[in-house]
């Protein structure tokens, strides 16, 4: 959720992303198979981790998310 929240801060200026949505996606995920949920977060991880680095300057080089406003937990 906490990925969630950045990207629509980012994205739309709101803090928070749908809860409710949120909550069906997990649902629906957990349903196709429970350990999908796990394989999720871990790409979610790996895409902050990338973040963090600031990307592939030169190449693929991304602005800090803290220059844009922007505060991942």
Not at 7 to 31: N, S
């Amino acid at each position: 959720m906490d990925s969630l929240n950045g990207v629509q801060k980012l994205m739309t200026g709101d803090d928070v992303f749908d809860h409710a949505f949120y909550d069906e996606l997990l649902g629906c995920l957990y349903t196709l198979d429970s350990k999908l949920i796990d394989s999720v977060n871990g790409q979610w991880l790996g895409f902050r981790k990338y973040a963090e680095t600031g990307g592939d300057p030169g190449i693929d080089e991304w602005i800090r998310c803290e220059l844009q406003g922007v505060r991942f937990h």
